[in-house]
């Protein structure tokens, strides 16, 4: 009787499975909870009916006895079992109750793609998680990634009785989702046209669902999902949504986001073999160039399968050889390539809708494919265009600068360089005009959010650049030709009359010889930086450039600057750094329209004739090591934000009415001319001093060594060197300035300890001190003395010592006693470090020593 019974509800269920698996794949429904529990209690009735039959036929006559009550109750619950599965009123919802269709897509490729699907799931399957976002830039595979998640939803068993799937356009607005999602869920809003009460329709439809998912497509902009009428909550709706842009996620309140990431070389080469076709047979040769062109598809999945079957079929290697010229010749100018792929990543340009960081957008594109570019380097370029208000301080330019910056980044039309430690391939702060005035405002705050502004290199993914210069060939009058291995100047003929930028950088061009004279009257800029081997150029090169703005030369191996730039009076900056042998300047007088000029790392001797006259001129970096000057050529270009001369230089020395006149002043790098100057220019500073400086007095006149070892690990912010001078001994006590942050004092011979230097009592600001071949120094700090400076240093992190052969003890008493740092908190954070040429006997109380 139970194995009849048995057999009778083992049919039942073989039927219902049946039903539910066409119910649920074919029409997109979900069975009931209680078809599910009396699938699960049919299991484990299963298990206990073959445990007691498999006893029954091994016991005696005795055990089978006592079972006979057991079997009986068994036979009892089968039946019942067989009774409840009936399901009179169905095994699933009703059409209404839909959890939806299965979508078409392409199978899932590389490794990080499906660990960032079981990342989303695991998401999914918590309570905690309510809103997901997952971006990345165009053409990428998000809506691919959450397709699959739609259709695992579907056809797994969860605890989620909807699923819907919602597209949105272009054209998006609250009104056009709300009738959208109406749609799927089987509400009619049409006689509606109160906003509000739509939101409420729906809010409370969705609601009814209990537990549902519902994926929005493309996301372009962030909105308030209480208008819309979408109830997120837990037990309730959870939302999973694609965007461009990291922002929109960040606006939309995510919990958790995800970026996808373009596939790498090899998982790109899979999905590109999967969609050529098993029918496309390829000779080891074609396989190689075919590899290639994989490649120029840069990791984007939609580029790689458009490009993948526009070659299907396709065998003959000459066919490969001239896909692959055209992709790297032409800028992806394949027809099926431009519609499907290129036209795909515009929509983020054209959604930034702010026509200054398009340009900015742009202006990345002058540099070489795959360059990886410091931020700083993009932010000067940007003042230098225009496309930053220059009228700002250098903290509100940089602060505009990396705002922009961050909005590429979230729209992933840039990409941050994780983990960037340097390399040729990148143009970083050495390129950049202010590569000591970054670093000043990186450690002294001039830029606020500059620590905060994440990594500070970024790049241009390949098919985003192609899609810029693409763009650029449409709308804009721009020659770019960066990174080509150019060894020569383009024909005359490419330099047309309505070129307004031109980018050669990057190149090998040895020469630009006379008979290149353009006719370019709208060219604004001309970048022909990293031309390392670029010796001369013709004076007839610039004749016809009248409204040049912009010329950037620096890297170059030039060693006379045409006189024709004279001439150029629109130009507004003029970058020559690292022209090692540049040493000939022409007269810069008729120039009045400059607001940066950089000769660092040049061979000038001497300031160049006219620069008294750049009245207008903001930047100016002169740190040129065999450099002449007293200063006094620069007292007149009073609206100077940032000033650098070679500071170790001992011929260049500054006396304060050359600088104190310099009231905009915001950073300043400079060797003093002597202690009366020195101590003369500290007395202003507290009124219009320069937010960070580097300032140096050193009384010798013969060129020493660079102090450049005292920024080996940060760069300066608030700093001062004191080189070769007498602090106890001499007339004039030493003054420095209140907000001083690190201190550096070499080769002073006649101080014994710190506290000699009597202004340390109000450097409550020092974080560092460095202390070096000062022979007269027998110990760190005196408690003895009335002018000790030991309370007041309690913000003293580091302090370094080399080369001190007289110091014995580190906090000195009395001329008896040696003694411990004082109580009560002082030097509570301090750490130490000195070479063995300082004589150790050295006690510290929480120090930590660092050898």
């Given at each position: 009787?139970?194995?009849?019974?048995?057999?009778?509800?083992?049919?039942?269920?073989?039927?219902?499975?049946?039903?539910?698996?066409?119910?649920?794949?074919?029409?997109?429904?979900?069975?009931?909870?209680?078809?599910?529990?009396?699938?699960?209690?049919?299991?484990?009735?299963?298990?206990?009916?073959?445990?007691?039959?498999?006893?029954?036929?091994?016991?005696?006559?005795?055990?089978?006895?006592?079972?006979?009550?057991?079997?009986?109750?068994?036979?009892?619950?089968?039946?019942?079992?067989?009774?409840?599965?009936?399901?009179?009123?169905?095994?699933?919802?009703?059409?209404?109750?839909?959890?939806?269709?299965?979508?078409?897509?392409?199978?899932?490729?590389?490794?990080?793609?499906?660990?960032?699907?079981?990342?989303?799931?695991?998401?999914?399957?918590?309570?905690?998680?309510?809103?997901?976002?997952?971006?990345?830039?165009?053409?990428?595979?998000?809506?691919?990634?959450?397709?699959?998640?739609?259709?695992?939803?579907?056809?797994?068993?969860?605890?989620?009785?909807?699923?819907?799937?919602?597209?949105?356009?272009?054209?998006?607005?609250?009104?056009?989702?709300?009738?959208?999602?109406?749609?799927?869920?089987?509400?009619?809003?049409?006689?509606?046209?109160?906003?509000?009460?739509?939101?409420?329709?729906?809010?409370?439809?969705?609601?009814?669902?209990?537990?549902?998912?519902?994926?929005?497509?493309?996301?372009?902009?962030?909105?308030?999902?209480?208008?819309?009428?979408?109830?997120?909550?837990?037990?309730?709706?959870?939302?999973?949504?694609?965007?461009?842009?990291?922002?929109?996620?960040?606006?939309?309140?995510?919990?958790?986001?995800?970026?996808?990431?373009?596939?790498?070389?090899?998982?790109?080469?899979?999905?590109?073999?999967?969609?050529?076709?098993?029918?496309?047979?390829?000779?080891?040769?074609?396989?190689?160039?075919?590899?290639?062109?994989?490649?120029?598809?840069?990791?984007?999945?939609?580029?790689?399968?458009?490009?993948?079957?526009?070659?299907?079929?396709?065998?003959?290697?000459?066919?490969?050889?001239?896909?692959?010229?055209?992709?790297?010749?032409?800028?992806?100018?394949?027809?099926?390539?431009?519609?499907?792929?290129?036209?795909?990543?515009?929509?983020?340009?054209?959604?930034?809708?702010?026509?200054?960081?398009?340009?900015?957008?742009?202006?990345?594109?002058?540099?070489?494919?795959?360059?990886?570019?410091?931020?700083?380097?993009?932010?000067?370029?940007?003042?230098?265009?225009?496309?930053?208000?220059?009228?700002?301080?250098?903290?509100?330019?940089?602060?505009?600068?990396?705002?922009?910056?961050?909005?590429?980044?979230?729209?992933?039309?840039?990409?941050?360089?994780?983990?960037?430690?340097?390399?040729?391939?990148?143009?970083?702060?050495?390129?950049?005009?202010?590569?000591?005035?970054?670093?000043?405002?990186?450690?002294?705050?001039?830029?606020?959010?500059?620590?905060?502004?994440?990594?500070?290199?970024?790049?241009?993914?390949?098919?985003?650049?192609?899609?810029?210069?693409?763009?650029?060939?449409?709308?804009?009058?721009?020659?770019?030709?960066?990174?080509?291995?150019?060894?020569?100047?383009?024909?005359?003929?490419?330099?047309?009359?309505?070129?307004?930028?031109?980018?050669?950088?990057?190149?090998?061009?040895?020469?630009?010889?006379?008979?290149?004279?353009?006719?370019?009257?709208?060219?604004?800029?001309?970048?022909?930086?990293?031309?390392?081997?670029?010796?001369?150029?013709?004076?007839?090169?610039?004749?016809?450039?009248?409204?040049?703005?912009?010329?950037?030369?620096?890297?170059?191996?030039?060693?006379?600057?045409?006189?024709?730039?004279?001439?150029?009076?629109?130009?507004?900056?003029?970058?020559?750094?690292?022209?090692?042998?540049?040493?000939?300047?022409?007269?810069?007088?008729?120039?009045?329209?400059?607001?940066?000029?950089?000769?660092?790392?040049?061979?000038?001797?001497?300031?160049?004739?006219?620069?008294e006259m750049l009245v207008n001129l903001k930047w100016l970096n002169l740190y040129a090591k065999d450099l002449v000057s007293t200063g006094k050529e620069i007292a007149k270009l009073t609206r100077l934000q940032f000033l650098i001369l070679h500071w170790w230089s001992r011929k260049i020395k500054v006396k304060v009415e050359h600088v104190s006149c310099l009231r905009k002043l915001e950073i300043l790098a400079a060797n003093l001319h002597?202690?009366?100057?020195?101590?003369?220019?500290?007395?202003?500073?507290?009124?219009?001093?320069?937010?960070?400086?580097?300032?140096?007095?050193?009384?010798?006149?013969?060129?020493?060594?660079?102090?450049?070892?005292?920024?080996?690990?940060?760069?300066?912010?608030?700093?001062?060197?004191?080189?070769?001078?007498?602090?106890?001994?001499?007339?004039?006590?030493?003054?420095?300035?209140?907000?001083?942050?690190?201190?550096?004092?070499?080769?002073?011979?006649?101080?014994?300890?710190?506290?000699?230097?009597?202004?340390?009592?109000?450097?409550?600001?020092?974080?560092?001190?460095?202390?070096?071949?000062?022979?007269?120094?027998?110990?760190?700090?005196?408690?003895?003395?009335?002018?000790?400076?030991?309370?007041?240093?309690?913000?003293?992190?580091?302090?370094?010592?080399?080369?001190?052969?007289?110091?014995?003890?580190?906090?000195?008493?009395?001329?008896?006693?040696?003694?411990?740092?004082?109580?009560?908190?002082?030097?509570?954070?301090?750490?130490?470090?000195?070479?063995?040429?300082?004589?150790?006997?050295?006690?510290?109380?929480?120090?930590?020593?660092?050898?």
């Amino acid at each position: 009787m139970l194995e009849t019974k048995l057999e009778e509800l083992c049919s039942l269920e073989y039927d219902i499975n049946k039903e539910l698996e066409i119910a649920e794949l074919h029409q997109g429904k979900k069975r009931k909870r209680e078809v599910e529990n009396w699938l699960r209690n049919v299991q484990r009735k299963k298990i206990e009916v073959y445990a007691i039959v498999q006893e029954l036929r091994d016991s005696g006559l005795f055990r089978h006895l006592k079972l006979t009550v057991q079997v009986k109750k068994l036979t009892g619950q089968v039946t019942d079992l067989v009774e409840s599965g009936r399901f009179r009123k169905g095994l699933v919802g009703c059409a209404q109750e839909s959890r939806g269709y299965p979508l078409l897509t392409t199978k899932l490729a590389g490794a990080m793609f499906q660990k960032n699907v079981g990342k989303i799931w695991d998401w999914l399957v918590n309570d905690g998680v309510l809103i997901i976002g997952v971006y990345g830039m165009g053409g990428v595979g998000k809506t691919s990634m959450l397709m699959h998640m739609h259709n695992m939803l579907l056809t797994r068993v969860t605890n989620f009785d909807s699923v819907f799937w919602v597209t949105l356009s272009q054209s998006f607005s609250n009104h056009k989702l709300q009738c959208d999602l109406a749609k799927i869920v089987g509400l009619d809003i049409s006689k509606e046209s109160d906003e509000r009460k739509r939101a409420a329709m729906l809010s409370w439809t969705l609601m009814r669902r209990k537990r549902c998912v519902l994926f929005l497509d493309d996301v372009w902009n962030h909105f308030p999902l209480e208008k819309v009428g979408i109830p997120v909550r837990a037990e309730g709706l959870k939302l999973v949504f694609t965007s461009r842009s990291l922002d929109v996620c960040r606006r939309m309140n995510c919990q958790n986001s995800v970026k996808v990431e373009p596939l790498s070389k090899e998982e790109a080469w899979s999905l590109f073999i999967d969609n050529l076709g098993q029918h496309t047979t390829l000779s080891p040769e074609a396989t190689k160039v075919a590899r290639s062109v994989a490649k120029e598809c840069a990791g984007l999945p939609l580029a790689i399968i458009t490009m993948a079957r526009s070659m299907r079929g396709v065998e003959e290697i000459c066919e490969w050889r001239h896909a692959l010229e055209e992709l790297r010749n032409t800028d992806i100018r394949l027809e099926e390539m431009e519609m499907e792929v290129l036209h795909v990543l515009k929509f983020s340009y054209e959604h930034l809708n702010d026509k200054m960081v398009q340009q900015c957008f742009l202006c990345c594109a002058l540099y070489p494919e795959d360059f990886e570019i410091d931020r700083e380097v993009l932010i000067e370029s940007f003042v230098d265009e225009g496309l930053v208000n220059g009228m700002k301080s250098l903290q509100a330019m940089f602060d505009e600068g990396h705002t922009i910056l961050n909005k590429l980044e979230n729209s992933c039309l840039l990409e941050k360089v994780e983990n960037y430690v340097g390399g040729n391939k990148c143009i970083g702060l050495q390129d950049s005009s202010s590569y000591i005035a970054i670093s000043m405002m990186k450690r002294g705050q001039c830029v606020a959010s500059i620590d905060n502004v994440g990594s500070q290199v970024v790049k241009m993914h390949d098919l985003v650049r192609a899609m810029a210069i693409n763009i650029i060939k449409v709308k804009y009058h721009f020659l770019v030709k960066a990174g080509l291995q150019l060894t020569e100047i383009p024909d005359e003929v490419e330099w047309t009359e309505d070129l307004e930028k031109v980018s050669l950088m990057c190149n090998w061009i040895h020469e630009i010889p006379t008979h290149i004279s353009p006719k370019c009257p709208k060219l604004r800029t001309l970048i022909l930086k990293h031309n390392e081997s670029l010796t001369r150029i013709a004076d007839s090169f610039f004749a016809h450039m009248s409204a040049l703005q912009v010329l950037d030369l620096s890297f170059t191996d030039i060693e006379i600057l045409p006189k024709s730039v004279s001439d150029l009076n629109t130009l507004t900056a003029l970058l020559l750094t690292s022209c090692k042998r540049l040493k000939h300047m022409p007269s810069l007088a008729k120039l009045q329209a400059l607001l940066r000029l950089d000769l660092s790392f040049t061979a000038i001797t001497e300031i160049p004739q006219g620069m008294e006259m750049l009245v207008n001129l903001k930047w100016l970096n002169l740190y040129a090591k065999d450099l002449v000057s007293t200063g006094k050529e620069i007292a007149k270009l009073t609206r100077l934000q940032f000033l650098i001369l070679h500071w170790w230089s001992r011929k260049i020395k500054v006396k304060v009415e050359h600088v104190s006149c310099l009231r905009k002043l915001e950073i300043l790098a400079a060797n003093l001319h002597d202690m009366h100057h020195f101590n003369a220019y500290v007395k202003i500073m507290h009124e219009y001093g320069p937010r960070s400086y580097l300032l140096q007095l050193d009384t010798e006149e013969s060129l020493g060594k660079p102090p450049w070892c005292f920024f080996a690990e940060d760069c300066f912010s608030k700093d001062v060197i004191i080189s070769n001078c007498k602090i106890r001994t001499g007339e004039t006590p030493l003054m420095l300035p209140l907000d001083i942050q690190r201190l550096k004092v070499e080769r002073c011979h006649d101080i014994r300890s710190l506290c000699d230097v009597l202004s340390l009592k109000n450097a409550t600001s020092l974080k560092r001190c460095e202390i070096a071949d000062c022979d007269g120094q027998e110990y760190l700090f005196s408690l003895s003395c009335s002018s000790s400076c030991c309370t007041s240093l309690h913000n003293l992190e580091s302090v370094e010592l080399y080369s001190l052969k007289n110091l014995h003890i580190l906090c000195k008493e009395n001329e008896t006693v040696a003694q411990t740092f004082p109580p009560g908190g002082a030097f509570a954070c301090l750490k130490m470090k000195s070479t063995t040429s300082c004589v150790a006997k050295m006690t510290a109380n929480k120090v930590c020593w660092i050898d």
